[in-house]
């Protein structure tokens, strides 16, 4: 299994942070996807090049701030877990981690550089930047 | 009116594939004029061996510790230095057709320009400057892209599926369910990456972007200076020319390149002594990078399977210089023959067989490090023929087209345009060339830096996986031209080895940090 993980600090609290991007369907707001759809414990999420993902949502924790989700009914797709955590800094702000194992490993990379840039876009969107 | 500038790249080449490089089978006439004519570089360097960090370093004009492309996957920022970008500003058309690689191709969240604008149907793609003015990307006014099959988003993708879907699935696909560099193996001696290609000729995309670029000639105005960037995707892997060209080389006829060490016994005590990552390529237990298939054992190598690989690369790089022929044709055609710079090179270079190996790594000697680089001088220049063989670096091509357009070397270069004899080098402190390699694939790290001078090659391996920091490699090409016996631990040559390193530490940029993330395998 290929993994990795992004981090990143934003000046909000862990309660406005966990409130915009724990929110699994409002993903496609800050991650590279064009369109997302929840429906009970399904999720369905599209990327710009037409592909669709399936995803089953394992945890949704707001006492722990943690989301997991992994990737189904998918042919090339053999093993997944992504996982979302906010926590706070120690200074009242948040430090937003995002790590994903998953087998085709080299898939991981992928999905790291995309998390990288979707937790810019978050920090980016809750400091009013954007 | 100024001169204009041809700027072609391959990619995986071979200093020794061409006729004025020593070459004895591939026919690449057109290339070997270019060399008689000009300038042949006989110990030019990449700053890295794979194709992400070399081609940045062309198009910047700095080393892989500076522009920061550190690995395949590792984007290029759209905002970094371009030579491109200076000679727009300075009133040049500006193409780039072909492969480009400064992006990651595996992009299924869309996310990089080098894969959206085919679909766009846009001529390049813009970026709005904080001052609200538009800028091409990375300076290009036009961006046509090829890769080694359709088998992707870009234009040669989308022209063979408009003009030719019967071809698509002709190529052999270079990456396997697993999202692996296809270890498969084909043609007649079940090697990777070899195939039997049925498409024809004219579809095959190194006819393709020469097509491409006539094309794109023939939009401008005679008066029009440009910059164009032709770049081939062959002779890299997978090795699948158009199947009707199978009987320009046979296989069978050809002899086993030098580097080859038939006797098992005695390839296995060269890479013995050598840093463990050779071995440990060799034996399968440890692919550390992605650029070679991660299920193929290297050991498992057959003397026909080289000689099918071989044949096959000289094949591809025939057609080259046959596609290069037919551009130059038109730019004759044009009027431009006297004011127009010819530069030809290649990213990186391809083991082809030496010590048991295809492909490429972290592995600096010179089946990937020795790149053929030729520059023809438009005739208007009046620069006299030569062969240089003192060491010069992809690092200063940004600064040769500079100075061919009579701009001043831009701020961002590290390295001054290359010198057009032996003489001019000296004066000019052309001593050393420098490369780089850094790899982390997940739990696999590999960090080495090298350091060609006085006709030594010498490499030290930083803390990885599986090295403590205290290795390295150092060759004499006088006395040992294959790089067969490794000197770094011969008490005769520490004092070397240690002027070397000193060398090497005064004179490669401290690395940009934090690095950037790897975003994709490649």
Not at chain 1, 49 to 72: A, S
Not at chain 2, 20 to 44: E, F, K, M, Q, V
Not at chain 2, 262 to 271: G, T
Not at chain 2, 289 to 317: C, G, S
Request: charged share 20%; aromatic share 8%; hydrophobic share 35%.
């Amino acid at each position: 299994m290929g993994t990795v993980r992004r981090e990143q600090h934003i000046e909000c609290s862990p309660a406005t942070t966990w409130d915009f991007i724990g929110d699994p369907a409002r993903l496609h707001e800050w991650f590279p996807l064009t369109d997302c759809r929840v429906d009970g414990k399904k999720r369905w999420v599209t990327t710009s090049t037409g592909l669709t993902f399936e995803e089953d949502i394992v945890l949704l924790d707001h006492e722990l701030r943690r989301f997991q989700y992994t990737i189904v009914n998918n042919p090339l797709v053999t093993g997944h877990l992504g996982t979302l955590d906010v926590m706070d800094d120690g200074h009242g702000h948040t430090l937003a981690v995002y790590s994903t194992t998953m087998k085709p490993d080299v898939l991981a990379l992928v999905i790291g550089g995309a998390a990288g840039v979707g937790l810019k876009k978050a920090k980016s969107i809750l400091e009013g930047t954007v | 009116m100024g001169r204009r500038i041809l700027f072609i790249t391959t990619d995986q080449q071979r200093f020794d594939s061409l006729g004025c490089n020593g070459g004895t089978i591939a026919r690449t006439p057109n290339i070997d004029a270019l060399a008689s004519h000009g300038i042949n570089y006989t110990r030019a360097h990449p700053q890295n061996v794979v194709c992400m960090p070399s081609r940045s370093t062309m198009i910047t004009g700095q080393h892989v510790a500076t522009h920061g492309v550190w690995m395949n996957g590792v984007p290029l920022p759209d905002d970094a230095s371009s030579i491109a970008a200076t000679l727009r500003t300075a009133g040049y058309k500006t193409a780039l057709i072909g492969k480009a690689h400064f992006e990651p191709v595996v992009d299924p969240f869309g996310r990089f320009v080098e894969n959206k604008v085919a679909a766009s149907g846009d001529e390049t793609a813009f970026h709005v400057m904080p001052d609200g003015s538009r800028v091409p990307h990375r300076g290009f006014d036009h961006l046509e892209f090829a890769t080694h099959s359709p088998a992707a988003s870009l234009h040669y993708s989308a022209w063979i599926r408009e003009n030719h879907p019967e071809a698509l699935g002709m190529f052999l696909p270079n990456l396997d369910m697993d999202l692996e560099v296809n270890s498969k193996g084909g043609g007649d001696t079940n090697a990777p990456q070899v195939h039997h290609n049925p498409i024809n000729k004219e579809w095959y995309h190194t006819d393709w972007v020469a097509d491409r670029t006539i094309n794109w000639l023939d939009s401008l105005s005679t008066d029009d200076d440009w910059f164009c960037w032709m770049s081939f995707p062959d002779p890299h892997h997978p090795w699948d020319p158009p199947q009707s060209e199978l009987g320009r080389v046979n296989w069978r006829d050809l002899d086993l390149p030098a580097g080859y060490i038939a006797d098992s016994a005695r390839r296995e005590e060269v890479l013995r002594n050598k840093p463990a990552h050779w071995m440990g390529w060799y034996d399968g237990s440890f692919v550390s990078n992605y650029e070679a298939p991660a299920k193929w054992i290297p050991a498992t190598l057959t003397a026909d399977q080289v000689r099918e690989v071989n044949a096959m690369t000289h094949i591809e790089n025939e057609l080259i210089d046959e596609a290069i022929g037919r551009v130059l044709t038109a730019i004759r055609a044009r009027g431009w023959q006297d004011d127009v710079d010819i530069v030809f090179t290649t990213d990186h270079g391809e083991m082809q067989g030496e010590f048991g190996f295809l492909f490429k790594g972290p592995y600096h000697v010179d089946g990937l490090m020795r790149l053929p680089l030729i520059w023809k001088p438009a005739n208007s220049a009046h620069v006299a023929p030569s062969v240089v063989d003192a060491p010069v670096g992809l690092v200063s091509l940004a600064a040769t087209f500079a100075a061919i357009a009579g701009l001043p070397t831009p701020e961002y270069v590290e390295a001054p345009s290359l010198p057009v004899s032996n003489d001019d080098a000296r004066s000019r402190g052309f001593e050393r060339v420098l490369t780089e390699w850094d790899s982390v694939l997940f739990d696999k790290v590999v960090r080495s830096r090298t350091i060609h001078r006085d006709g030594f090659t010498c490499t030290t391996m930083g803390r990885g996986t599986l090295h403590d920091g205290t290795e390295g490699e150092l060759y004499d090409h006088r006395n040992d031209p294959l790089q067969q016996v490794n000197l770094w631990d011969d008490p005769s040559h520490q004092s070397l080895k240690s002027d070397l390193l000193s060398d090497l530490r005064d004179n490669l940029p401290r690395t940009v940090m934090p690095l950037r993330t790897c975003d994709a395998p490649v």
